[in-house]
DNA sequence: TTCTGTCCCATACAGTCTGTATGTTGTAGG
DNA sequence: CCTACAACATACAGACTGTATGGGACAGAA
């Protein structure tokens, strides 16, 4: 990584910035419409009208790129939704942690309908990143705020106490595959109701007191 | 694909279906362990012990020789399931079917533990074959079972009827999910546990009668 | 038997892509 | 003014994939 933009903003510096935006913002829409594999550096380079130079000059390699891009998304999401969670929690006024969970939940799935976030942090990042460096980016980005949730709806009592890094992964492939499932259906609408409606239900199902 | 080998069983035959089976054993092999796009065409055939020739002759290219791999491993983990399950229901003599799903999932998720079939139908499988093919693979040998045994549970009023498909789909991510954390996880004793619990409990909230 | 067509596979070739090495330009600093 | 380095552009070498071509074995027809 070419260090930390000096602290004066020169133009000459506005210009690398804009270079490497440039090729994180081709590279993004390239391989969210293509797939990694499909996507060639030239291809990426010339949508972003540099040259294969400044690609390398950037990143490491391919993968470092698609790395950078992954998160990027991730980090969007991310911030998609705390923006989104505190104005509701400010909005409904100190509403209890339960409802904020459930219907939290439900506006997670519907920011995981991006094509982009899918494509590239659901679908292709495992394969192409390996699971060790997909799992730090998402455990930076994502996991995070989902555990922190969880945990004080534990530490409330509303849902039963269990193993909170196994029950956040989990509960994050869940919303993962109803998003996915509702993108390929061809009823959308449908498939958003019914996905949510099982989503909601197993949440539901992880209040205190039942036990098997 | 080169159509259905003759009736009668020749020792030319043979040696078509030795050649083809070996190509087969060999690309499962380092699919597993180096993945789809780290594994050269020749690493396959020279671990087979022939040429690209006989690569190319069987296979339309390296993505359909990678699909009868993943539905290779497909095939056998389902296969596998079924006989476990057929086994223990004979054994314990038409026990509920409610003990039966919990039971299984559990053994779902420990089959699971197969490390091909994690690295090539969980973590590879999706990026390299695309959803559609990736989908109609897992629908064909993965989905029919689960499906069956929840649409049973429902009908005896065990769970709350919930819209299949979807229902069935995220359950499947879910042991996905977990059958990969318990891989990655450096306590898998512990990991394996907690994972079980937290299978267990959302499978238990299921039951009848939870409403929100 | 001989000849021919087809299946099975090996070899040779061309195109593409990635990563690196080298060259060039502009700019900051002594 | 001159030097050194950052930020690229260009040129090159290696690897890999898919295809075209060739040859040997076998089966059937003449």
Do not use: N
């Amino acid at each position: 990584m070419p260090a930390q933009p000096k602290s004066v903003s020169s133009r000459r510096a506005d210009h690398v910035a804009d270079t490497r935006g440039a090729l994180l913002d081709a590279a993004r829409t390239l391989f969210a419409s293509r797939g990694y594999a499909a996507t060639g550096t030239e291809d990426i380079v010339s949508a972003a009208r540099v040259t294969r130079g400044a690609l390398y000059h950037h990143f490491r390699d391919k993968a470092d790129l698609f790395a950078a891009v992954m998160e990027q998304c991730a980090k969007e999401m991310a911030e998609r939704l705390i923006e989104q969670e505190t104005r509701r929690a400010a909005a409904e006024h100190q509403e209890d942690t339960w409802s904020l969970l459930r219907t939290g939940f439900q506006s997670f799935l519907d920011a995981c309908a991006d094509p982009d976030f899918q494509r590239i942090v659901l679908i292709e990042g495992p394969a192409v990143l390996g699971h060790s460096a997909w799992d730090a980016l998402v455990e930076q980005h994502g996991y995070v705020l989902l555990e922190e949730v969880l945990s004080q709806a534990a530490a409330e009592g509303r849902i039963d106490p269990l193993p909170l890094r196994p029950l956040t992964r989990m509960l994050s492939a869940l919303i993962s595959e109803a998003s996915l499932y509702i993108a390929r259906s061809r009823d959308q609408e449908r498939a958003r109701e019914e996905a949510g409606t099982v989503l909601d239900r197993m949440l539901v199902g992880l209040r205190r007191g039942e036990d098997g």
